[in-house]
């Protein structure tokens, strides 16, 4: 079945395999060995962007699985968005944020997804699909996913209010930021994003210098401080970007920001070298942190999360048998192994269950229910990162994603907010 | 044979001509044309717009980017003149022997073989509040609370700049020390000058094309730097290049392409203002 017959054309195994793993999953045989077609030897599908881009082991099991050759390139937000609209033919999967599709999709250079060759659909995160992580939840403020996830129809670049057969990105990872903190030195409790703002930590704060990401965190200060009350922080108006950017500058002016990160990993050493005891920090780089033996604290605050997340697109030139493999790739990623190896690092994956078949029953207490490890938890590469005892900075998944104030956002006013944003780092 | 001796000049030139035209002129004029045109968040429209050089320059912002990159500029030039001077004038006149010159000289070369951002960064670890630096002088009792200016500051920034370049400003000054005939010392030694008189009369007029060319090197270097700036202010200052930098990561190219053209014009006038000053190539 899983070798090349020659008896059979290639789109008949393809669909024999997808239908018998279907089957496998279908009867609650989760777990058992999945089984792909594997005359994709050929076919190399270019892959870039910013998050699992970085990750050459999924690469590596996808080859063995699939026989599909990934080709990843990692590069910086910025440069993404830049190449994924300027050269569209230098790739077949786009890899990125939600916010970037926001930006990229109108620009015509992806094509949508029929949800009906996605055989996990159903199962993905409704954070991605209706917005509502449980039926009752609030859809948060900014470039929420679901905003940007489905289009009028095939060909279209017209995001649909609601669910359409169109989907533009496969979510891949996602996760909730808060700040990062250095439990050693900050000598306090800190609960409020305005904790930043204490004249105790004057020269030993910063924030990230992204202009649409940093917005975010400046926001979530200034509504915590009573300086701002915003109708929308994932879409301000003119007024709420001067007032935001005046208050950044002032507070840059007295002094209280010791630098402003770009990279991981200057945030990371940032840290690490106690230049600043609370900062904006992603959640691997608090990860970073801990495995130098510093100690580090994603501090959960009571306003709630800023919340990101990023997915898979396909490039519009992709046809025929490499639009094939592009879909199998897909419903690889979705299968469970690619979910466990991410939320081994943290991240959330898009399809809960197939993820929970590839993990230990401890590592889905500690990683995804908050509960306390019971052994050593391993990361990917299998490095010890927690000891037994231990338990999740801010708690479950649904404490974590349930908590969640505002998606990185593009606003309309985005030109004018970039200009704003060069004027607070020059001034 | 008179035809061929007549086009002879024009046949030699044209290689290098022909270089200048592909690798300077047309992209150079690809960048004005780029500088008028027009763009969204996805793309850049022709056009025929003056509103990129409007906004870039009736916006404070840019003003005082400038400004700040200008006084970087000042402030890298003075120091790097004094300190690259000094060093020169030690291995021309003080340095007898030629083989010790040319160790020594060897020695100064020797950070260039490490990347330049190796060495930027390296500085920060040594800066920072729990550095080097700051642990010296703590163990040492002069202070008792972490110096905080030295990194992530102007300071920094400088002394960075300073440490980059200098020897740019070495090598030319030293070169134009050694053309200098020791007989002229000598003349002014036996005229009563006094060692101070000499170097302000003597060697420093004829070090002029060494310090010229040091000093252009010196000026558009740090005028187009963006790395520098970023890495060692932390993000809080900004220099005219990163202000191109972020607008270019944003797509914002015909923005990034005027001021690109404006910068371009404050270096070429900066550089005219010193060859007026100093005539390089009677020194050539």
């Known amino acids: ?427 | 044979m008179n035809r061929f001796k007549n086009w002879a000049p024009y046949l030699q030139v044209t290689p290098l001509a022909l270089v200048f035209l592909v690798f300077l002129v047309i992209p150079i004029a690809t960048i004005v044309v780029v500088s008028f045109f027009d763009y969204n968040t996805a793309q850049i429209i022709p056009a025929f717009l003056r509103q990129n050089y409007e906004e870039l320059l009736t916006s404070p912002v840019t003003w005082q980017t400038y400004l700040q990159t200008v006084e970087f500029a000042a402030i890298t030039w003075l120091l790097t003149f004094v300190i690259g001077f000094t060093i020169a004038y030690f291995l021309a006149f003080y340095v007898r022997s030629t083989t010790w010159q040319t160790v020594l000289f060897l020695v100064c070369t020797i950070p260039f073989w490490t990347s330049n951002v190796i060495r930027m960064i390296s500085w920060i670890p040594f800066l920072g509040r729990n550095g080097l630096a700051n642990m010296t002088l703590m163990q040492l009792g002069l202070i008792h609370q972490p110096l905080e200016f030295l990194l992530y500051s102007n300071f920094s920034v400088v002394l960075v700049y300073v440490h980059l370049y200098t020897l740019f400003m070495v090598v030319p000054i030293f070169n134009s020390m050694m053309r200098i005939d020791r007989s002229l010392l000598e003349a002014a030694l036996d005229a009563g000058a006094s060692g101070w008189q000499t170097l302000v009369n003597v060697i420093l007029p004829l070090c002029k094309p060494g310090i010229a060319i040091g000093s252009i090197f010196v000026v558009t270097i740090v005028m187009g730097d963006f790395v520098t700036v970023r890495m060692m202010s932390g993000g809080l200052s900004a220099s005219v290049a990163l202000m191109m930098a972020n607008a270019m990561s944003l797509l914002q190219y015909p923005a990034a392409a005027a001021n690109a053209v404006i910068l371009l014009i404050v270096v070429l006038m900066i550089v005219a203002a010193m060859m007026r000053v100093v005539d390089i190539r009677k020194e050539l």
């Open chain 1, 1 to 427: 079945m899983t070798k090349k017959n020659n008896g059979f054309g290639r789109r008949k195994v393809l669909k024999g395999a997808a239908g018998l793993a279907g089957a496998a999953f279908g009867s609650g045989v989760v777990g058992a060995p999945m089984i792909w077609a594997q005359n994709n030897k050929n076919i190399v599908l270019r892959q870039f962007g910013t998050g699992v881009s970085n990750m050459n082991e999924i690469a590596e099991k996808c080859k063995a699985d699939t026989g599909i050759t990934l080709q990843m390139t990692a590069l910086d937000s910025d440069a993404v968005v830049q190449r994924a609209i300027t050269q569209p033919n230098s790739y077949d999967i786009a890899d990125i944020e939600y916010w970037m599709v926001k930006k990229v999709f109108p620009a015509n250079v992806l094509q949508a997804m029929n949800v009906k060759k996605i055989k996990y659909f159903d199962k993905i995160v409704p954070i991605f699909t209706s917005g509502k992580l449980t039926p009752t939840s609030v859809i948060a403020q900014g470039t929420a996913p679901n905003t940007v996830s489905f289009v009028e129809g095939q060909g279209s670049t017209k995001f649909a209010k609601g669910q359409t057969e169109w989907f533009t990105a496969i979510p891949t990872i996602y996760n909730a930021d808060t700040l990062g903190i250095r439990p050693d030195l900050v000598g306090r409790k800190i609960d409020s994003w305005k904790d930043i703002l204490d004249p105790k930590f004057k020269g030993k704060t910063s924030i990230l210098n992204i202009p649409s990401i940093g917005i975010m965190d400046a926001a979530m200060i200034c509504e915590a401080a009573g300086i701002i009350k915003y109708g929308d922080k994932g879409n301000m108006t003119k007024p709420e970007i001067d007032k935001t950017i005046d208050f950044l500058i002032k507070t840059k002016k007295d002094g209280q920001f010791r630098a402003f990160w770009k990279t991981f990993d200057e945030s990371v050493n940032l840290m690490t070298s106690g230049e600043v005891v609370i900062q904006s920090m992603w959640s691997p780089a608090v990860t970073a942190v801990r495995a130098k033996g510093v100690p580090c604290v994603y501090q959960p605050l009571k306003e709630g999360y800023r919340a990101w997340g990023g997915g898979l697109a396909l490039a519009k030139h992709l046809s025929g048998p490499q639009l094939d493999a592009a879909y199998e790739y897909i419903n690889w990623y979705l299968s469970g192994w690619a979910g466990a190896f991410l939320n081994r690092q943290g991240y959330y994956s898009a399809v809960l269950d197939t993820a929970k078949a590839n993990m230990t029953e401890d590592e889905w207490g500690y990683w995804m229910e908050g509960k306390p490890a019971k052994g050593d938890i391993k990361s990917p590469q299998g490095k010890v990162i927690e000891k037994a005892g231990a338990v999740r900075d801010g708690g479950s998944f649904y404490e974590r994603m349930g908590h969640v104030a505002c998606w990185n956002a593009v606003m309309d006013e985005d030109r004018y907010m970039v200009q704003k944003w060069n004027q607070f780092i020059a001034s």
